[in-house]
């Protein structure tokens, strides 16, 4: 059996997907035969309570300079991250500020402290979109995080007022390296503030394609309140997120240094009454997950049957454990359609769907599309009325299978 990454009890998977693909790892013909494929399987620590996957893909694997995800493509997410900088610029900052961001990506968030002229330092190693920051003026460097970099970063910079990271802390293995590197990096008064997919979100809504290789952790508070207090630090505040199906943002600081809100003790509440804290839940989860992958099958199948043209929205990551562990194959649906060049004209991973560009979906409506990007819904259907009004129909599977009429 693997052993927990944070507390080292041992665990076993109460979900197996199968052999999976690297989830970004868009590809081309050529590289069919050589495609890496590991187990992916989720495991839950009756212990320390953190819910994990029990394989893991070597990182230079997934984060490197062709990786395939920026950002930016979501206006949404821009509008999200301006007003987090916008709070820290408020709230958290002392004299002579300086924020660092992990996870910096194209500069999506870190782009509105640089406008402001408050010293910033993104930590990004995947080179292609840390050099798309750099051009915004953004200073980067690609490396991965730890804490060798973070004493590193103390001796060149000083402490830092905000230790920021959306969408990467759960991606990153080696987290008592990470923490302890806060722990030296956060000046007496600093923060890490940082937001991922939130497990209670997971759960209730069977959002079982926040699974894939990249996200190593699926956090509550309870698992991360244990993890920080390994290192002299504690939750101060937690604040639910709608953005990525639903997502938590932690404020964690010195132990002693803050008053905690009184968020925290609700929110762990929250999670007692969920049931979080038991294997019971997971075992439910897994019913979930594969009820779900019936009914969407059974949902394609009967509508290819009609002779109708399905296409799907958005080639996220996240399709990548849909497709492959649903088993959803190009005679089923007869493309991606998907905004980012890097991936457009290449084939999705596993399942090999081709990943054509948004125009293609645009010429010519299917009859429905299967809505990859759901936790852009908003976004994406108040930009694709036309589809509707052309009697377009629109698949989705979180929280349940559904075609929107
Ligand atoms: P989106 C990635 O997940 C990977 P993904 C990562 N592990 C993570 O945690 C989150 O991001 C933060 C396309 N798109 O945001 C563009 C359209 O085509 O759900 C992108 O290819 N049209 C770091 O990949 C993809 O969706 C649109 O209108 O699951 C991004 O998908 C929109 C809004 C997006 O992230
Ligand atoms: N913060 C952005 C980007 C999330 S994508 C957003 O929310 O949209 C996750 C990013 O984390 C990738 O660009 C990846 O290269 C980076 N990353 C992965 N491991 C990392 C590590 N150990 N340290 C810093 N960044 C890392």
């Given at each position: ?20 693909p690297?989830?970004?790892g ?19 620590c ?20 062709n ?30 500020p ?6 910096s ?44 970099l ?38 007496p008064?600093?923060?890490m ?5 939130y ?60 008053p ?35 009914d ?10 009609q ?21 959803i ?11 980012t060049p ?12 081709p ?41 989705v ?9």
């Amino acid at each position: 059996m693997p052993n927990c990454l944070i507390c080292r009890t041992p665990i076993e998977p109460f979900i197996s997907f199968g052999k999976m693909p690297i989830a970004n790892g868009f590809l081309n013909p050529e590289e069919f035969p050589h495609e890496h494929f590991f187990d992916l399987q989720v495991g839950f620590c009756s212990q320390c309570k953190m819910v994990q996957l029990t394989e893991l893909v070597e990182q230079e694997k997934m984060f490197h300079g062709n990786y395939a995800f920026f950002s930016s493509t979501s206006s949404r997410m821009a509008e999200h991250f301006r007003r987090l900088a916008d709070t820290v610029k408020r709230e958290y900052l002392g004299p002579d500020p300086f924020v660092v961001e992990i996870g910096s990506n194209d500069g999506i968030m870190l782009q509105n402290f640089a406008q402001a002229g408050i010293r910033h330092l993104g930590i990004e190693p995947s080179a292609n979109v840390a050099e798309v920051a750099r051009q915004k003026g953004i200073r980067t460097i690609s490396e991965f995080f730890n804490e060798d970099l973070a004493r590193r970063i103390v001796a060149e910079y000083g402490q830092a007022d905000a230790f920021m990271g959306a969408n990467v802390v759960c991606h990153i293995p080696y987290l008592h390296s990470v923490v302890a590197g806060v722990k030296i990096l956060l000046k007496p008064k600093g923060l890490m503030i940082f937001e991922d997919p939130y497990l209670g979100d997971i759960v209730a809504k069977t959002s079982y394609d926040q699974v894939y290789d990249e996200h190593a952790f699926y956090f509550s508070v309870m698992s991360v309140s244990y993890l920080v207090a390994q290192h002299g630090l504690e939750i101060i505040d937690v604040q639910p997120q709608t953005v990525h199906g639903g997502s938590m943002r932690y404020f964690i600081g010195h132990k002693g240094a803050h008053p905690i809100k009184p968020m925290v003790a609700a929110q762990l509440a929250k999670e007692e009454a969920m049931g979080l804290q038991r294997p019971e839940t997971y075992v439910r989860l897994r019913e979930n997950i594969e009820r779900s992958r019936t009914d969407l099958m059974k949902l394609l199948r009967d509508i290819k049957q009609q002779g109708k043209r399905v296409a799907c929205y958005a080639a996220t990551s996240k399709s990548t454990t849909v497709t492959n562990y649903c088993g959803i194959t190009p005679d089923l649906v007869e493309f991606i359609s998907d905004t980012t060049p890097i991936k457009q004209g290449k084939y999705s991973p596993g399942a090999h769907i081709p990943v054509k560009p948004y125009e293609e979906f645009k010429k010519r409506y299917p009859d429905y599309a299967l809505l990859f990007g759901w936790n852009h819904g908003e976004e994406i259907m108040a930009k694709e009325q036309a589809f509707k009004a052309a009697g377009g129909k629109w698949i989705v599977y979180v929280p349940k299978v559904q075609v929107l009429e």
